[in-house]
């Protein structure tokens, strides 16, 4: 592997206008067929096959023709001052007028008139009209939007407060915004810091930018034939950015050190591919490895985010290994520190912060290995207390019309309006459906918890009803889980009675189906990215004892941040500073991205900090001067990176999305503390007290284990047997002094 990489690098550098023209030309042909892709439209229609709902979604479709297309949808909300009512007749007027001329709008499928349909509060200070259009909500333009607007001002010009929900005018959400620039500004100064130069700090970002441009034109380009969507898309973006930094800034810093080492600029790139580029392989492999085994979950849009994702990281780890040294090989002496450019060359320093650190830990090991234990443990402790929801616009901010919408229904008409749920009788073969049906209604209007069932709707068949029950709790309220379950197992004996059976349906209900099987999928999926990346950390460190070591503080680092996730976003701790208006449930889809998304990262630290003490060990350190060895060449390099990652990571805590607010915020901690608590004060701790031990592999295991020599050792006889030519510009040597 370090000789099949290190030719590659040396190639790179050689050939590198070649190199450059090639990614030059396959940016500019993904950007052209993303510029000429049609926009994306998730379907929607099997989110997450196997659970009840999507079951129950599924027979509405087939027996329903029409009522379950993703046209977009609007919800006007009209609320009257304080002591009057909509029922009043300047205020009726006006109301219906929107009705007769939101129907007679292109696209509008229906706009119904809340006089009509009861759609008024029992104290008469709220009503709301539906308007449904014939197509989805991206494929509305401007002047359909307009049109509604427009009609919507009307209304609020005769006095009344109108808000308006749904998806017809609601925005796309923003991935970061401003804050993301920031995140990507801190980078470039941490870089700058770290090297000393703005050639070698620009360069990573360069690469990085560069990869997801690449990686974000190809999702837009496939978006339409495999349903992709900016969500899913964002997640390969703030991936593929903190990779991409992250592993071109490891290339870069091996070079500066194959430099200071006086090899030529070539041989310096060629050894730094070969060493560095190594541990970026197998990093990139563990973090692709836990990306696509989100797709053993089982949930379309989840399979879809990771795959994209793990393509960007593989885009990543392809650019680190031939565009990173062919630019090194057109700035072959920009990207070292101007004191080494003035000096000539520079030595590594015997001592430095890194090797201090670890001497520090190697003194006092236990007390470090639990003072690690017990701070992570108790920020993991409001893990326990974890409850997975959906949040919608009840988590938006109170500024947004969406929100108000949302508030103005919850108390006009319960607070279990803005989650009714959906049931879907079916009486196929049944000898009375009307009366199997009011039979149904009946029983589910007895439950405890449900305040009203609407009048059943049967199909042109007859042989399914349609009819929603509205709860007394919020959607994310635990009582309407219970709700859920109750009416769900009235169900058997229902069906033994009447012959006839139902399912429950519904925002409400296809998120506490989706939250549980997620749930049931952890283990199982922690089994096999886990499983997956032990066999390929064996392979890597030849070792039995440091992969399962990784893995325990893995385990620490991701429950401590999903206990900081739980006690900001759920308990509310702190969270008015990260611009979150309403603590709630995590999202359901939470738990399992920080799981594997952390892992994959974390396995990134551990690769490239211990890679070079095994590196050491192996070239003939004993196993504690290993460790110091480790840390001298790679605690600044790894502590760069993982501030890298915080930045942009917390770019995305500004995102409009909960979603990717939450994954921002849950990747920046779960960063901090794997990187700076496990990584760099666990893994030492642990390792000076296993000694050499650490390293220990059964004979019978290290012959079948493939060699794939990550600490460079082959180099040693390529470099020798003088394959590596000195290059044509050598660093510029100091003048020398009489």
């Known amino acids: 592997m370090a000789t099949l990489l ?29 510029a000429k892709a049609p926009a994306a439209s998730d379907d929607g229609t099997s989110f997450m096959p196997g659970i009840e709902a999507q079951k129950a979604f599924d027979l509405i479709a087939e027996r329903f023709p029409g009522s379950s297309e993703d046209g977009a949808n609007a919800r006007i909300v009209f609320i009257a001052h304080d002591g009057e009512k909509v029922t009043a007749s300047d205020n009726r007027a006006a109301i219906d007028a929107f009705a007769e001329e939101a129907a007679d709008a292109p ?129 390969a973006s703030m991936l593929g950015l903190a990779v991409g930094i992250d592993y071109a800034l490891f290339v870069v810093s091996r070079y500066r050190e194959e430099r200071a080492n006086g090899h030529a600029p070539r041989e310096a790139a060629g050894l730094a591919v070969g060493t560095a580029g190594s541990a970026v392989v197998f990093a990139g492999l563990t973090v692709v490895i836990a990306l696509a085994g989100l797709s ?80 992570l443990g108790a920020l993991a402790l409001p893990a326990a207390h974890l409850e997975m929801g959906m949040p919608g616009a009840e988590s938006k901010p109170v500024s947004s019309t969406e929100r108000r919408a949302y508030d103005a229904l919850a108390a006009g008409f319960g607070a279990g309006f803005n989650g009714p749920l959906t049931v879907v009788a079916d009486v196929k073969g049944v000898h009375d459906p009307k009366a199997v049906v009011a039979r149904i209604a009946k029983e589910i209007t007895d439950t405890e918890g449900v305040v009203s069932v609407s009048a059943p709707q049967f199909n042109q068949a007859g042989d399914a009803a349609l009819f929603s029950a509205v709860p007394a709790t919020g959607p994310n309220d635990e009582k309407t889980k219970d709700v859920v379950q109750m009416i769900r197992a009235e169900r058997a004996g ?82 008015g500073l990260l611009g979150v208006e309403q603590a709630g449930p995590i ?85 901090l503390f794997d990187a700076f608590v496990v990584r760099m004060a666990l893994v030492p701790a642990v390792l000076a007290l296993l000694g050499d031990k650490a390293w220990w592999l059964p004979k019978w295991l290290d012959r079948l284990l493939p060699r794939v020599d990550v600490e460079g050792t082959g180099l040693t006889t390529v470099v020798a047997r003088g394959t590596g030519a000195v290059d044509s510009e050598p660093l510029p040597q100091a003048p020398t002094r009489v």
């Not at 040396?10 to 500019?28: D, E, I, P």
């Open 296 to 375: 053993v979950i089982g949930v379309p849009m989840l399979t879809k985010m990771g795959l994209c994702a793990a393509g960007a990281v593989a885009i990543a780890v392809v650019i680190a290994l031939t565009l990173v040294p062919a630019l090194l090989g057109m700035w072959p002496n920009a990207t070292l520190s101007r004191a080494a450019r003035r000096r000539g060359r520079w030595n590594t320093p015997v001592d430095n912060g890194g090797s201090r650190w670890a001497r520090f830990v190697l003194r006092r090991p236990v007390a470090v290995m639990v003072g690690c234990v017990l701070g």
């Open 494 to 575: 229902l069906e033994r009675e009447t012959g006839a059976t139902f399912e429950v349906t519904g925002a409400t209900a296809m998120n506490i189906d989706v939250a549980q099987a997620l749930q049931d999928a952890l283990v199982p999926y922690l089994v096999v990215i886990v499983g997956l990346a032990l066999i390929l950390l064996l392979v890597v460190f030849r070792s039995v004892l440091v992969p399962v070591k990784a893995a325990f503080g893995f385990l620490l680092s991701v429950l401590a941040a999903l206990g900081s996730v739980v006690a900001v976003f759920q308990w509310g701790w702190g969270a």
């Open 107 to 235: 696209q509008v499928s229906s706009a119904v008139n809340p006089f009509t349909a009861k759609a008024v509060s029992k104290d008469g200070s709220t009503a709301y009209a539906t308007v449904n259009y014939k197509v989805g909500a991206a494929d509305l333009t401007d002047a359909d939007k307009a049109a509604l607007e427009k009609t919507i001002d009307q209304v609020r010009d005769s006095g009344l407060t109108v808000e308006v929900g749904g998806t017809a005018l609601a925005e796309q959400p923003a991935a970061g915004g401003s804050s993301e620039a920031i995140g990507v500004a801190l980078a470039a100064v941490v870089l700058l810091i770290t090297f000393g130069s703005l050639a070698a700090a620009g360069l990573p970002l360069l690469t990085a930018v560069i990869g997801v441009g690449v990686s974000m034109a190809a999702i837009l380009a496939l978006a339409g034939p495999l349903g992709l969507s900016m969500t899913t898309g964002t997640l």
């Open 587 to 671: 999202m359901s889809l939470m738990p399992i991205f920080l799981v594997g998304i952390v892992f994959g990262l974390a396995m990134d630290y551990e690769v490239f900090l211990v890679s070079r003490m095994r590196e050491a060990y192996v070239h003939g350190d004993r196993a504690p001067q290993a460790v110091v060895t480790g840390f001298r060449h790679s605690a600044r390099v790894v502590a760069a990176a993982a501030v890298i990652m915080i930045a942009v990571f917390s770019g995305f805590v500004g995102a409009d999305e909960s979603m990717i607010k939450t994954i921002g915020f849950g990747l920046a901690v779960a960063v």
């Open 6 to 34: 290190y030719r590659l690098g040396r190639t790179a550098f050689q050939r590198r206008w070649l190199m450059v023209l090639l990614w030059a030309v396959l940016l500019g042909a993904v950007g052209a067929g993303a």
